[in-house]
Nanobody, 123 residues
């Protein structure tokens, strides 16, 4: 059974840092595209960053220069280092696996998704 479990969320003040982790099980990450998405309840789901199986990395403009995605295929782990956090980064952060994942305000599909971890940034 495929399972993705996020951890590392919490509450921080603006300017602070958090490191999110995603533990993958039930498959090996070596040939799988991975990514982080975030969503404020009731709003659209947004791409944060992806780390492709071919090592290509992408960041949304809103986090570029502040967030760093990394993956450890041997440990089946995905990470997101978030620095200089801003109140607008407040959201539930989801780990996703697959090359066709997509999400909307009410649906996440196209691959495998974790249950999410809450990040709250206060001003």
């Amino acid at each position: 059974e495929v399972n993705l479990v996020e951890s590392g969320g919490g509450s921080v003040q603006a300017g602070g840092s958090l490191r999110l982790s995603c533990t993958a099980s039930g498959f090996t990450m070596y040939n799988v595209d991975m990514g982080w998405y975030r969503q404020v309840p009731g709003s659209e789901c947004d791409l944060v960053s992806t780390a492709k199986s071919d090592r290509r990395i992408h960041y949304s403009d809103s986090v570029k220069g502040r967030f760093t995605i990394s993956r450890d295929n041997a440990k089946n782990m995905l990470y997101l280092q978030m620095n200089n956090l801003k109140p607008e980064d407040t959201a539930v952060y989801y780990c996703a696996a697959g090359d066709s994942v997509y999400c909307s305000s009410s649906y996440r599909g196209g691959g495998y998704w974790g249950q999410g971890t809450q990040v709250t940034v206060s001003s």
